[in-house]
């Protein structure tokens, strides 16, 4: 929601991008940060062992400024910017790209743009532990029985997809409340960590608060990254806010019993 309502404005991010608005180039590379550690969006804080080995730190580095000088980088630029700017590294506008990998691989990123800018959305962790245990009964639902006349031309197709592709099938830690809030936990102290050490190089926002003042807050990160946006056009884009996606766990029994299971931890961050 948000990363669209700043491209709207003006922050360019990226050409091609995944159904929630993530740049499929520099998520890639996110991805594959994380598989060099046998980590990935589930296990992401073996991260650390790159973060600790000033050598392979280094090198990664050097290999990732290499990757945004080729072809490839037409997936984030485009064919006109890739033309006239060769990387995203010579952009001579507002840019960046969302991706929740962006949490353990900051530094990473820091090492090449250390003048960078962050902003953090944070939103209540059961909102967050519903729409992971949602993703992995989908992913799931794949391998049920509804395809079952044409079962095996089903799951060739799945095996291709994902398996030869080296994708990730269904994501699996987020299958309990306890597991789903562990996971968010960790991202939320990480990301809150960058945020502290970079002081006023990075904004730290709550979804439910963005969506009770959208216009005041798009003010503010609108200045932030240094846009050219009129108070009208933040005004037609904050009007996109749905102000009943706040705490739409209330509406889940048992999501609102675990909350109240859990009030205390919950009141840790704020909630």
């Keep these: 929601m948000l990363t669209r309502m700043l491209d709207r404005l003006g922050l360019f991010v990226g050409k091609k991008l995944t159904g929630n608005h993530e740049a499929v180039f520099f998520r ?3 991805d594959w940060l994380l ?3 046998s980590g990935g969006l589930e296990d992401p804080g073996t991260i650390k062992y790159l973060l600790r080995d000033k050598e392979a730190r280094g090198l990664f580095g050097e290999f990732i400024k290499f990757s945004m000088k080729t072809p490839h980088a037409i997936s984030y630029l485009g064919f006109g910017k890739y033309l006239s700017h060769r990387t995203p590294q010579k952009l001579d ?6 991706d ?5 691989t900051l530094p990473i990123w820091l090492d090449m743009f250390p003048d960078a800018k962050v902003i ?5 962790p059961l909102d967050i532990v519903n729409s992971l245990m949602t993703r992995r009964k989908r992913g799931l639902s794949r391998l049920n029985e509804r395809h079952n006349m044409f079962r095996p031309i089903y799951w060739y197709y799945l095996m291709h997809k994902f398996i030869l592709r080296n994708r990730v099938f269904v994501d699996i830690r987020g299958g309990s409340l306890e597991e789903g809030f562990t996971l968010w936990e960790e991202y939320f102290k990480e990301a809150r960590s960058h945020v502290d ?10 979804y439910e608060d963005f969506l009770e003042r959208p216009g005041e807050i798009l003010k503010l990160l609108s200045e ?6 009129s108070d009208n056009d933040i005004e037609k884009v904050a009007e996109q806010a749905n102000k009943s996606r706040a705490y739409a766990y209330l509406n889940e029994p048992e ?3 675990f909350s109240m299971e859990i009030a205390d931890r919950l009141d840790t961050y704020g909630y």
Excluded: M, S
Excluded at 93 to 98: D, F
Excluded at 120 to 124: E, G, K, P, V
């Design 255 to 257: 999501l609102k019993a």
């Design 35 to 37: 598989t060099q550690c």
């Design 28 to 30: 890639e590379i996110n």
């Design 120 to 124: 953090h959305i944070y939103r209540h």
């Design 100 to 104: 929740p990998r962006n949490t353990f």
């Design 93 to 98: 506008i507002p840019w960046g790209w969302k």
């Design 197 to 206: 050490r970079l002081g006023d190089r990075a904004v730290e926002i709550k």
């Design 224 to 229: 932030f990254c240094e846009l050219k946006a």
